[in-house]
T-cell receptor
Framework: DSGVTQTPKHLITATGQRVTLRCSPR?????VYWYQQSLDQGLQFLIQ???????AKGNILERFSAQQFPDLHSELNLSSLELGDSALYFC?????????????FGSGTRLTVV | QQQVKQSPQSLIVQKGGISIINCAYE??????FPWYQQFPGKGPALLIA?????SEKKEGRFTISFNKSAKQFSLHIMDSQPGDSATYFC????????????FGKGTLLTVNP
């Protein structure tokens, strides 16, 4: 157990729908990073939050948004889902505000859009 | 634009053999090069990492070799075991994008008993 908890583990939904993925970071970690893993693109950075504030954005679609709450858990919201959004979504946490050192990944949420 | 290129895509090695996975990067601002191991149904887990001020780092059976001038680094797994069968990812970070990891596409390693 990495200490980073992601729920749900699996999600099947229809095109056009909206889903929320949840991530609880390791105890003491203030940064949460979201990554998308697909067969064709590999692991791609989406967005980072540190202590409730957005710190960095990657190739995140406008249909996707995230937030980090006062208890430091984070949610990734995916809306107007398309078949191509089917992927594994990982969050990672770190104690640092910057730098991927000591990243710890969760086990991911597998999203299937049908 | 793929900034970290990893090869091979898949690798089959006999138990006790040496597994070698290679990566090449483009961004000379990268200054942190980790390798991650991922088992099915799990997230990537940090295996070993290197900074460009050293040419080699060894941890147990795992060694990273780093060639700064060639912008290449590789993972060597000595005495490969069936339990090493997993997907391995190289990654890089640094410069203006030091908040994130840029990953290679992964290598599926199979170690036959």
């Amino acid at each position: 157990d990495s200490g980073v908890t992601q729920t749900p583990k699996h999600l099947i939904t229809a095109t056009g729908q909206r889903v929320t993925l949840r991530c609880s970071p390791r105890s003491g970690d203030l940064s949460v990073y979201w990554y998308q893993q697909s067969l064709d693109q590999g692991l791609q950075f989406l967005i980072q939050y540190y202590n409730g504030e957005e710190r960095a954005k990657g190739n995140i679609l406008e249909r996707f948004s995230a937030q980090q709450f006062p208890d430091l858990h984070s949610e990734l919201n995916l809306s107007s889902l398309e078949l191509g959004d089917s992927a594994l979504y990982f969050c990672a946490s770190s104690v640092r505000i910057r730098g991927p050192y000591g990243y710890t990944f969760g086990s991911g949420t597998r999203l299937t859009v049908v | 634009q793929q900034q970290v290129k990893q090869s091979p895509q898949s690798l089959i090695v006999q138990k006790g053999g040496i597994s070698i996975i290679n990566c090449a990067y483009e961004n000379t601002a990268f200054d942190y090069f980790p390798w991650y191991q991922q088992f099915p149904g799990k997230g990537p887990a940090l295996l070993i990492a290197i900074r460009p001020d050293v040419s080699e780092k060894k941890e147990g059976r795992f060694t990273i070799s780093f060639n700064k001038s060639a912008k290449q680094f590789s993972l060597h797994i000595m005495d490969s075991q069936p339990g090493d069968s997993a997907t391995y990812f190289c990654a890089a970070s640094g410069g203006g994008s030091n908040y994130k990891l840029t990953f290679g596409k992964g290598t599926l390693l199979t170690v036959n008993p």
